[in-house]
């Protein structure tokens, strides 16, 4: 039978595990740059559509005529702020 020190050391070191184990996996999360901008804000939104699909500074503006993308000159300057940052 264990004796109560003992316990408290085995409980000590499952935590102690724990804690190391969700450091590790929040550590190894890729991060999820906005570039200052507010969630929400078109430009929040050009900046990660630069961050998830473009190359280069160029490429910001190829797609202002396709109907389905919402693009404005505030979603140019979050793509053009994305390439800024690089």
């Known amino acids: 039978m264990m ?6 050391i085995s409980v000590v070191v499952v935590l ?8 590790l996996y929040f550590q190894s ?9 507010e969630e929400g804000t078109e430009q929040y939104y050009g900046y990660r ?3 998830d699909n473009l190359k280069s500074v160029d490429q910001c503006d190829d797609d202002k005529d ?16 994305y390439f800024e940052n690089r």
Do not use: H
């Open 3 to 8: 004796t109560k020190q003992a316990k408290i």
């Open 16 to 23: 102690a595990v724990i804690a190391i184990a969700a450091f």
């Open 29 to 37: 999360m890729p991060s999820r740059e906005s570039g200052g901008f």
């Open 49 to 51: 559509y630069a961050q």
């Open 66 to 81: 396709d109907p389905s993308m919402n693009f404005n000159e505030e979603f140019f300057q979050g793509c053009q702020k």
